[in-house]
């Protein structure tokens, strides 16, 4: 069911392709305008950008929408670069594969995802709001003990919300409809913002910020703070048994870079190509003993690539690890 190709890249805008790939793509020539004219217009930029990275790693990657006969399919595409002896890209051969099937029972799983966050998100607001009337009863009355019984609750409801969340978020992402606000901020009064706020909640913790010189990013501050929040929240998760956890900014050209570093579990290197993946989780006993549907890095990773940046963990198991993320300046 896979239909292959050979590009050469001293003749690039002509493909060789099997006849499974042009049943695949809906197409008759193998001219890479006429590949390129039946795919959807809001997923050219994917193909281009993915392309453009293959180059830099050797590895092609995407899936978008392809127009065959007014009806939409899916398509998933992957390749590997050759290159000569000096290292210059000469080859690239890879495969195409209809995955519309799969793309169709996503879309349902993530419409009954959508569906039930949607209806759980009204009782645990009600229940939120009876636990934060009956705490303020409890403590009018003396009864001190109760009242912090309470408060527990409220802290795990907002667990309970916070997951609730994630999953909507999941949803939207792959429905591409999570809404991006766009502004210009100052990215070191955010990081001083988030970090000082997750103080607070962090008493077995120290957060030590390091910032470079303060810069400007356009993107949406809201979801730039949840990645932020994420990292952070991450690190302090995992390194039950270390104090001080580490957060700096670099600035090199046009980038900004946010890192934070824990002495923790750290992640074994198998792992670390796949944590940023829906619904992943690290399989050790140790990481078993926390909870989490494995959705942060995700969506983080998501939020991340959509404002143009890039997103990696550095760690060695035992020893902790360091989560990263780079954004462009705004000039």
């Known amino acids: ?33 006429e590949i390129s004219s039946v795919i959807h217009p809001d ?23 392809v127009n065959k006969d007014e009806t939409i399919k899916w398509v998933r595409v992957a390749g590997k670069v050759l290159y000569d002896k000096n290292g ?21 799983k993530d419409n009954f995802i959508a569906m039930a966050s949607h209806e759980l998100k009204t009782p645990v607001t009600s229940i939120k709001a009876y636990g934060h009337v009956l705490e303020q009863m409890l403590i009018k009355k003396g009864e001190v003990k109760e009242a912090a019984m309470m408060t527990r609750m409220d802290t795990q409801v907002n667990r309970l919300n916070n997951l609730i969340t994630d999953l909507l978020n999941i949803t939207k992402i792959n429905s591409g409809k999570l809404d991006y606000n766009r502004s210009s901020f100052n990215f070191n009064e955010l990081v001083l913002e988030m970090t000082e706020d997750l103080q607070r909640t962090a008493a077995d913790h120290k957060l030590i910020v390091s910032l470079a010189k303060p ?34 900014t670099e600035v090199n050209d046009n980038e ?3 890192c934070v570093q824990d002495h923790g579990i750290g992640i074994d290197k198998e792992s670390q190509t ?55 300046i705004s000039q």
């Open 274 to 328: 796949k944590v940023f993946e829906q619904f992943y989780r690290v399989n050790d006993a140790r990481h078993q003993t926390f909870q989490g549907f494995g959705l942060g890095l995700y969506i983080s990773s998501e939020i991340i690539k959509r404002e143009g940046g890039r997103i990696w963990v550095n760690s060695v198991e035992g020893e902790g690890s360091t989560f990263c993320f780079s954004l462009s």
């Open 43 to 65: 997923d050219i930029e994917i193909r281009n950008n993915a392309h453009k990275e293959a180059i830099k790693t050797g590895k092609l990657f995407y899936e978008v929408r």
């Open 88 to 108: 210059k890209p000469e080859k690239m051969l890879g495969i195409a594969d209809d995955i519309t099937g799969q793309k169709n029972l996503q879309q349902q």
């Open 215 to 248: 810069v400007t990013v356009v993107a949406d501050r809201e979801r730039i703070s949840q990645v932020i929040t994420n990292f952070i929240s991450n690190a302090i998760k995992y390194s039950p048994g270390s104090e001080i956890i580490n957060i700096y």
């Open 256 to 258: 900004v870079t946010f």
């Open 1 to 33: 069911g896979l239909g292959t190709w050979e590009l050469d890249y001293a003749h690039p805008e002509k493909a060789i392709t099997t006849k499974k790939f042009d049943e695949i793509f809906g197409i008759e020539s193998n001219f890479r305008g």
